[in-house]
C-alpha cells in the first residue's frame, strides 16, 4: 500500500470538515483522533450534548473505529445515510 493508497478518514460537520489521516507506522489501539467539548481535543463539539471527552477514532490495521466515551451516545451517519447510535462501544466505519 503506498501513501494514496493509505486508509483515510474525513469528518464533517456543518461548519467544517477535519481529516485524520493515519500513517502507516501507527501502532494498533493507537488514537488517531479526539472529540469533544473539551479545548484539548483535535475535533472540537459544540452541541449542548457533547462531552468534555466525548469519543476517540483509532485506526486498527487499515479501519477506523469510533469509541464512545459519552454521557449520552454518539450518532455517526454513514455515506450511505444510515445513522448509527453508539453508546459506550465501538463502531467500525
Known amino acids: 500500500m503506498d501513501a494514496h493508497d493509505a486508509p ?21 489501539h493507537k488514537v488517531c483522533l479526539t472529540l469533544g467539548s473539551h479545548e484539548s481535543n483535535q475535533f472540537v463539539a459544540t452541541g449542548a450534548y457533547a462531552s468534555r471527552f466525548h469519543a ?29 447510535r453508539v453508546h459506550r462501544d465501538r463502531l467500525r466505519f
Open 8 to 28: 483515510r478518514l474525513v469528518l464533517e460537520d456543518e461548519r467544517r470538515a477535519v481529516a485524520a489521516i493515519a500513517p502507516d507506522n501507527v501502532e494498533n
Open 56 to 84: 476517540r477514532i483509532e485506526r486498527h490495521h487499515n479501519d477506523f473505529y469510533l469509541v464512545d466515551e459519552s454521557t449520552n451516545g454518539t450518532y455517526v451517519q454513514t455515506e450511505d445515510e444510515t445513522v448509527h
